[in-house]
Every structure is written in C-alpha cells, then in structure tokens.
C-alpha cells in the first residue's frame, strides 16, 4: 500500500524559513516526479514544484522561484521543499505528490499526502 506521509509544517514569522519533507512507502519511486502542491481555503489545489525522477530536474511557479527549493536524495522516496523568505501569502495547506512524469495539473499525479499546514504570520 502506497502512502505519502508529508512534515515539517508549522507557523512561521514573515521571513523566516521551514523545511518540508515527505516520505513515500509501498514501492519504490525513484523513477517517479515527486512534487508539491497548495491549497488555498475554497480554492482548488495549485502547483508548487516539482522534480523529476530520473534527470532530476526541477520545475517552480513563478511565485516561489528563488525562494524555495525541491530536492530528493536520489534512489531515495523523500522529496524536500526548503521554504525561505516566506510570506503571509504563502499560508496554506501543502500536499506532497507522485506522479509519473513532472507536471503541472494535479489531476495527472498518481498518489497524495494528506497534507502539513504552513502558517506565516505577518
């Protein structure tokens, strides 16, 4: 049984910085794209990041590049996010996903977490 088991959440002061993990379990997916999502209240979930299985390349929205990083520890099912110079904005619900190729709609990733709450304070 596959499962995505993300940490590392918490409330933060505009700023500041956290680290997000996620550790996948039930196979391996070493070949697979590892990413991250967000949810808004009442909004549908919104790509984050990404990174590919095999050439480990990385993909961002506009909005976070430059201040967080995707990382993974190749042959390893854990993916990274480092978060800096958050911002108020960036409160929401952040989800870990695995799908296999890196892309952007939600609807093409093949397993989920349950998501960790980020909070920045302003």
């Known amino acids: 049984q596959v499962q995505l088991v993300e940490s590392g959440g918490g409330s933060v002061a505009a700023g500041g910085s956290l680290r997000l993990s996620c550790a996948a379990s039930?196979?391996?997916?070493?070949?697979?794209?590892m990413g991250w999502f967000r949810r808004f209240p009442e909004k549908e979930r919104e790509f984050v990041a990404v990174?590919?299985?095999?050439?480990?390349?990385?993909y961002y929205t506009d909005y976070v590049k430059g201040r967080f990083t995707i990382s993974r520890v190749k042959g390893e099912n854990t993916v990274y996010l480092d978060m800096n110079s958050l911002k108020p904005e960036d409160k929401a619900v952040y989800y870990c996903?695995?799908?296999?190729?890196?892309?952007?709609?939600?609807?093409?990733?093949?397993?989920w977490g349950r998501g960790t709450q980020v909070t920045v304070a302003s």
């Open positions: 990174i590919g299985g095999d050439n480990g390349k990385a």
């Open positions: 039930g196979r391996s997916f070493s070949h697979y794209a």
């Open positions: 996903a695995v799908g296999r190729r890196p892309v952007l709609p939600a609807s093409l990733y093949d397993y």
